[in-house]
Structure formats: structure tokens, C-alpha cells
């Protein structure tokens, strides 16, 4: 007998879930000896994955993206604690560490609430190409939270190499096509709405900064070099995450065009589609329940990549990485990917990765400089004593 959708959901969902304990358990060892390099890499590569799997989960569930979203903030309780719970009893999390207190988890959780609403009513009246854009003044408020709390001062190098980073994704992601139809676009959009979407990336620049404020006191709280397990801050910051969408959810339904009333129907219909079957709106579920699943599961593991990052080399750094994901993202979208359009690269995008990549490596000339001044320098010898 031909097994059910509903057996078939629960059985992958399983199988993704002890799969997913799997690999983070093995790789938590390797990232925990991991050098900042070695992180970034990780979140690039699995950051990129992350974009590519969003968009192949939204082709079955292209009518259901508020649903899609409601599915990932469940997933990710229930994988967090799965995992915080298991390494608890394995000794690696203990009682110090859960007590480390709570009032920066409810900040940081409703930063990333307020995120989701400000973004959802400023992102619906702007085009979609001009999201990715907007998305890097995330560096630019990373920078100005970072001096608030924590007192840094980016030197004039790294101020200079985070303009050419941001002119960088600016150029490399604009899309391809005529001045005229650009200038069209841009007529549309309303002052208003563009003011909302940069605001609300101010709210997930400050919960990285809270979260980095996290581990520097919960280390100098734990002391002998004990540093907070990630797992306590991703399951705390959901949980806090989690409590303030359901408070905020009869607003954020009103942004979606649903009523309360309604809302029952809508998730039914989501969870139908989730479940690989056409719901009654017609709508084709190819792909489903697999696709977004992998793209939960894949979700997380970016979210714990990028918050050893955040605690390995901070909240700047991270939005320094997140922002190279951007033409690495495009370059992904013009493979052939299944289910997908395969995307062209913009006129200016060569143009702008050299921008992005010499930005990098003016933020971080502290670091590569005085090698290569002293290369130069032996290289200088070795030639007046030939």
C-alpha cells in the first residue's frame, strides 16, 4: 500500500531532524577549532545554499511564503532545543550556561520581530532587485551599534573599505537591462517605504550586536575560558523571537491581506501544499515536502555557522561576510538549476565584485599589509644583492 503524504512528511521530517543532530554534532567539533577564515568560509558556502534552497522552496510554495515562514520559526525550536537538550545530557551545555540571564534574549528576540513586520510593509511596495541593495546598510548600522555599545572606532582604512564593499554589491547586483526601464522603476517607489526597509534593517544589525554583547559577558561571567554554547543562544533568541510574532501576529496578517478568521483556512491550505498535495487554490506542490524542508534544515545550520562567527570575530565582521554573499548568490542563479529560470549576470557585475573584493582587502590591511610590505622588502634584498 502506497504510503500517505502525511506519512511521507513525518517520515523525512524525521530523517532531516536526526540527519541534522548528525552533522551538528560532528561539525560543532570542527568549527569550534576553526579559524575565523575557516568560519567564513563555512557561512559563505552554506549561506549560498541557504538563497538557492529558499528560492526552489518557494516554487511549490509560492502562494504560501508567510506559511513557509511560520513553518522555518516552529522548525527552528524544535531543532535548537533537540539539540541543546542533547548536549545537556551529553555534559557539553550546563546549568551555568542555561542561567545566564534572560533580558538580552528578549531584546534580541524583539529586534528580530520587529524586523520581520518593518520589512514585510516597506519590502511589498519596492522591486525586487532593489532588496539586496538596501540589505547592506546592515553593515553600515553594524558599524554605528558597534561604537554605541562596545566603543570601537573603525579606523579610516575600514571605513573606506566598507563604502567600497557596499559600492561593490550595489554594482554587482543591479540588474541587467535599460536605464530607461531602471528609471521607471525608480519613479514608483515611495520615500516612505524605502525609509521603512532601511529602518528595519537596523533591528537585525542590533540583535547581532546584542548577541555579540552576549558572549563577551557570558564569557567573563563563566570564566576559566568557558565560552557560551551557541545552541543556549539561538534556542533563547528564537524562543524570545517566537513569543512576540504570535503578539504581533493579527498585525503581521493585516500586512498579508488576511484576516484572523481566515487564518485557520490559510494554514490548512499551507500545510496541504507542505504536504505535496495540491491544495483547493490549484496550486502545483512540486517539490514538496522536500524542498522546504532542506531548506529548513540548511537554514539552521547557516544560523549556527554564523553565530560561531558572531562570536569568533564579532557582529562586523559576520555583516562583512553576509555582504560577499550577495554575487556569490548571483553567480549561483546563473547555473542551471532545476525548477529555476537561469539567471544573467548584470552589465556592471565584474565591475563591482573587483569593487567588493578591494574593499575587503582595505577594511582588513591591518592584517595582510605588513606581510606583504615585508615580502616586498626581502624581495627588494634579494634583488641588490643579485
Same mark, same amino acid.
Given at each position: 500500500?502506497?504510503?500517505?503524504?502525511?506519512?511521507?512528511?513525518?517520515?523525512?521530517?524525521?530523517?532531516?531532524?536526526?540527519?541534522?543532530?548528525?552533522?551538528?554534532?560532528?561539525?560543532?567539533?570542527?568549527?569550534?577549532?576553526?579559524?575565523?577564515?575557516?568560519?567564513?568560509?563555512?557561512?559563505?558556502?552554506?549561506?549560498?545554499?541557504?538563497?538557492?534552497?529558499?528560492?526552489?522552496?518557494?516554487?511549490?510554495?509560492?502562494?504560501?511564503?508567510?506559511?513557509? %515562514?511560520?513553518?522555518?520559526?516552529?522548525?527552528?525550536?524544535?531543532?535548537?532545543?533537540?539539540?541543546?537538550?542533547?548536549?545537556?545530557?551529553?555534559?557539553?551545555?550546563?546549568?551555568?550556561?542555561?542561567?545566564?540571564?534572560?533580558?538580552?534574549?528578549?531584546?534580541?528576540?524583539?529586534?528580530?520581530?520587529?524586523?520581520?513586520?518593518?520589512?514585510?510593509?516597506? %519590502?511589498?511596495?519596492?522591486?525586487?532587485?532593489?532588496?539586496?541593495?538596501?540589505?547592506?546598510?546592515?553593515?553600515? *548600522?553594524?558599524?554605528?551599534?558597534?561604537?554605541?555599545?562596545?566603543?570601537?572606532?573603525?579606523?579610516?582604512?575600514?571605513?573606506?573599505?566598507?563604502?567600497?564593499?557596499?559600492?561593490?554589491?550595489?554594482?554587482?547586483?543591479?540588474?541587467?537591462?535599460?536605464?530607461?526601464?531602471?528609471?521607471?522603476?525608480?519613479?514608483?517607489?515611495?520615500?516612505?517605504?524605502?525609509?521603512?526597509?532601511?529602518?528595519?534593517?537596523?533591528?537585525?544589525?542590533?540583535?547581532?550586536?546584542?548577541?555579540?554583547?552576549?558572549?563577551?559577558?557570558?564569557?567573563?561571567?563563566?570564566?576559566?575560558?568557558?565560552?557560551?554554547?551557541?545552541?543556549?543562544?539561538?534556542?533563547?533568541?528564537?524562543?524570545?523571537?517566537?513569543?512576540?510574532?504570535?503578539?504581533?501576529?493579527?498585525?503581521?496578517?493585516?500586512?498579508?491581506?488576511?484576516?484572523?478568521?481566515?487564518?485557520?483556512?490559510?494554514?490548512?491550505?499551507?500545510?496541504?501544499?507542505?504536504?505535496?498535495?495540491?491544495?483547493?487554490?490549484?496550486?502545483?506542490?512540486?517539490?514538496?515536502?522536500?524542498?522546504?524542508?532542506?531548506?529548513?534544515?540548511?537554514?539552521?545550520?547557516?544560523?549556527?555557522?554564523?553565530?560561531?562567527?558572531?562570536?569568533?570575530?564579532?557582529?562586523? %565582521?559576520?555583516?562583512?561576510?553576509?555582504?560577499?554573499?550577495?554575487?556569490?548568490?548571483?553567480?549561483?542563479? #546563473?547555473?542551471?538549476?532545476?525548477?529555476?529560470?537561469?539567471?544573467?549576470?548584470?552589465?556592471?557585475?565584474?565591475?563591482?565584485?573587483?569593487?567588493?573584493?578591494?574593499?575587503?582587502? #582595505?577594511?582588513?590591511?591591518?592584517? *595582510?599589509?605588513?606581510? %606583504?610590505?615585508?615580502?616586498?622588502?626581502? *624581495?627588494?634584498?634579494?634583488?641588490?644583492?643579485?
Amino acid at each position: 500500500m502506497p504510503a500517505t503524504p502525511s506519512g511521507c512528511f513525518v517520515t523525512t521530517t524525521f530523517l532531516l531532524l536526526l540527519l541534522l543532530l548528525l552533522l551538528l554534532q560532528h561539525a560543532r567539533a570542527e568549527l569550534l577549532h576553526c579559524t575565523p577564515q575557516g568560519l567564513v568560509a563555512a557561512v559563505l558556502g552554506l549561506g549560498t545554499l541557504n538563497r538557492v534552497l529558499y528560492r526552489l522552496a518557494l516554487v511549490p510554495l509560492r502562494d504560501y511564503v508567510f506559511f513557509l %515562514a511560520q513553518a522555518q520559526n516552529i522548525g527552528y525550536l524544535v531543532i535548537y532545543y533537540s539539540l541543546l537538550a542533547l548536549r545537556f545530557r551529553q555534559g557539553k551545555v550546563t546549568q551555568a550556561m542555561l542561567a545566564t540571564p534572560k533580558l538580552l534574549f528578549v531584546l534580541t528576540g524583539m529586534c528580530e520581530a520587529a524586523a520581520q513586520l518593518l520589512l514585510m510593509s516597506g %519590502a511589498a511596495h519596492l522591486p525586487g532587485a532593489l532588496l539586496p541593495l538596501l540589505m547592506q546598510t546592515v553593515l553600515l *548600522w553594524n558599524l554605528l551599534f558597534s561604537q554605541l555599545v562596545f566603543g570601537t572606532r573603525p579606523s579610516f582604512p575600514q571605513i573606506l573599505g566598507v563604502l567600497a564593499v557596499l559600492a561593490g554589491v550595489a554594482v554587482a547586483s543591479w540588474p541587467s537591462g535599460s536605464s530607461a526601464a531602471a528609471a521607471a522603476a525608480a519613479a514608483e517607489i515611495q520615500p516612505l517605504h524605502l525609509l521603512l526597509c532601511v529602518v528595519s534593517f537596523a533591528f537585525p544589525a542590533l540583535a547581532t550586536i546584542i548577541k555579540e554583547r552576549i558572549f563577551k559577558d557570558a564569557a567573563r561571567r563563566l570564566g576559566s575560558g568557558q565560552q557560551l554554547d551557541v545552541l543556549v543562544v539561538n534556542s533563547y533568541c528564537s524562543t524570545a523571537q517566537a513569543g512576540f510574532l504570535l503578539l504581533l501576529l493579527p498585525l503581521t496578517c493585516h500586512l498579508k491581506g488576511l484576516s484572523l478568521p481566515e487564518l485557520p483556512a490559510y494554514l490548512q491550505s499551507g500545510t496541504a501544499c507542505l504536504l505535496g498535495g495540491s491544495p483547493a487554490c490549484g496550486a502545483d506542490c512540486t517539490g514538496a515536502p522536500l524542498l522546504p524542508l532542506l531548506y529548513i534544515t540548511v537554514n539552521v545550520a547557516f544560523n549556527v555557522a554564523a553565530m560561531y562567527l558572531v562570536r569568533s570575530a564579532g557582529a562586523v %565582521a559576520t555583516a562583512l561576510s553576509m555582504s560577499c554573499l550577495v554575487p556569490i548568490t548571483v553567480v549561483a542563479f #546563473t547555473l542551471p538549476l532545476p525548477l529555476l529560470p537561469q539567471a544573467q549576470l548584470g552589465g556592471g557585475f565584474v565591475a563591482g565584485t573587483l569593487l567588493l573584493v578591494a574593499g575587503l582587502l #582595505t577594511y582588513n590591511a591591518a592584517l *595582510w599589509l605588513p606581510a %606583504a610590505m615585508r615580502l616586498g622588502r626581502k *624581495w627588494q634584498a634579494g634583488l641588490a644583492r643579485g
